[in-house]
């Protein structure tokens, strides 16, 4: 934490809402007459396009690959006029390790350049967005297990598969970047004992066990209210309330004094 005075002006990217704009009508004439056709070319009249922000790990790869080899070519790639992949790395990648010489294709050529580009993103984003029914999932595996099916072919490692059979650990999620932490510093913002103002507030870097550290926070002063824990302070609203709790606490006061915060509330 910076103070005020010398936090950087942080970089913004201002974000404004598109106005209605009128459509080529070319391509809206091609987007209402557009059906699906799957048609059939060849691997190497295909290409990855250099915009393409999704990545693959080879173990996926290898996982889309055995995917296809067991339920064959069920999704086909999307691709331009030109044979520029849209949506369907993956399977591209996963067919060229097979040794496929053609594979199933759907040209959306009633999309205009911008859209392509929302596309090849929207494709691979909103399916992160879905979720699971555990139990219809842990039904599904233990059924499948059951017929000596192989389900790691379904992408779930074996350990994930125990934890959902196990049914008492949730299926861990998938990594959000934007939970990534920045590294550290390599100088501290802030250092023991330091006592940061912030208006009517203070924060001090200090021990919760060390009586003295109470005493700086609070500079002679008396804390209003003091909720050690999560329980103290549910306890608290129910109290307010007017429940009567299970701990037989009827009314709360603050400490007696800043030194006794540590111990928590003193009871009437």
Known sequence: MLPLDQTPNPR????????PTTKDPALARAAEAFAPQVSE??????????RNARTHTDRQIHLIAESIREFRFTTPILVTTDGEIVAGHG??????????????????DHLGPQQIRALRIADNRLAELSGWDD???????????DLDFEVEITGFETAQIDVILDGNTPVAAKADPLDA???LRDVAVTVRDDLWLLGEHRILCGD???????QTLMGGELAQMVCPSSDDLRLFRRLRNGGSGSSGF???RPAADAASVSAGWSVA
């Open 91 to 108: 399977r591209y990648e996963a067919a060229k390790l097979l040794g496929m010489e053609t594979v199933p294709v759907i040209c959306v």
């Open 181 to 183: 932490l920045p590294a």
């Open 41 to 50: 070319r060849r691997l190497v009249d295909l290409k990855a396009s250099v």
């Open 12 to 19: 913004v990217r201002a974000r404004r809402r598109a106005l």
């Open 208 to 214: 919760a066990r060390e009586r003295g550290d109470y």
């Open 250 to 252: 009827e009314v709360m």
């Open 135 to 145: 139990e219809i999932l842990k039904l599904e595996l233990g059924e499948l297990i």
